[in-house]
């Protein structure tokens, strides 16, 4: 009798654990973004209000060129590789010859969600992926434009007729999709070029050009896609939708205008 009420608590007491627990990881999440969102703002503070970096090219080719000329963050992530080190260097990070952003933050832990379930190999050993978060392709001094047309962000007073509370900077990218530090976000191909994370019961992360963050419901049943665990299989990436899907409805709205 007391080993079936045990179980029975047990089981009542379970799913709001693990509510809360996902609760508390979004909430990390949340802080750590607005954390490095505050270090966005410093630097374009202290660079003529020019927007830090995020070319995706230089970014892949470990081309930085120090403080205040560099890209936010630099590598390429790539989880399904062994011994690919941008997986696990958080020089890539912190450092000013490689990261812009980096003497704002100073911390590692910054870019990276508990949530993430991925491993990385490198030689014998396993380690998590050093970055789950990306800045939209749209903001970037040093950018080029996703699609002709449209407005690519480079100091934060182009952020007229899309508002700085409108205007997306930081999200939480789904670990088997990141690669580059850039979230690209596709304003006339109907596709999802990169997946958001889903893993705070349906949620993710992501921050505004003035300076608040959110918790965003991601609704699609093309985001909600299971979370891997240990070794990467499945790459998110490209995945042709609806026009009408939410989430790139959502997603477009708040990346650019028309020019």
């Known amino acids: 009798m007391v080993i079936a009420i045990i179980a029975i608590l047990a089981a009542l007491l379970l799913p709001t654990l693990a ?19 505050n270090a966005w703002h410093m630097y374009e503070n202290e660079n003529n209000d020019f927007i830090a970096g995020n070319n995706w090219q230089s970014e892949a080719g470990m081309n930085g060129s120090g403080r205040g000329n560099s890209n936010w963050v630099t590598g390429w992530l790539d989880p399904r590789q062994s011994n690919n080190t941008d997986n696990t260097n958080t020089l890539l990070l912190t450092d000013p010859q490689w ?3 980096g003497p704002y933050t100073q911390s590692a832990k910054l870019y990276h969600c508990p949530a993430s379930r991925l491993i990385v190999q490198e030689g014998n050993g396993y380690y998590p992926l050093v970055r789950t978060f990306s800045m939209s392709s749209w903001m970037g001094f040093n950018g080029t434009a996703w699609n ?23 999200v939480e990218e ?29 949620s993710g992360a992501v921050t505004f050009a003035d300076g608040h963050a959110e918790i965003h ?3 699609s049943t093309e985001v909600l896609v299971p979370q891997q665990s240990g070794v990467e299989v499945v790459k998110h ?3 042709p939708v609806s026009p009408n899907n939410p989430d790139l409805v959502w997603l477009r709205a708040h990346a650019t205008n028309p020019n």
Not at 181 to 189: R, S
């Open 19 to 37: 509510g809360a627990k996902a609760r508390a990881n979004a909430l990390y999440c949340m802080g750590n973004l607005i954390q490095l969102q």
């Open 99 to 101: 990261a812009s952003l």
């Open 148 to 170: 002709q047309g449209y407005q690519l962000f480079r100091k934060c007073a182009d952020l007229a007729r899309l508002s700085p509370g409108d205007g997306l900077v930081f």
């Open 174 to 202: 789904r670990d088997d999709s990141i690669d580059d530090g850039l979230f690209a976000i596709d304003m006339m191909v109907s596709q999802l070029a990169n997946f958001p994370s889903s893993y705070h019961a349906g």
């Open 217 to 219: 419901r991601w609704r």
């Open 237 to 239: 990436e490209f995945l």
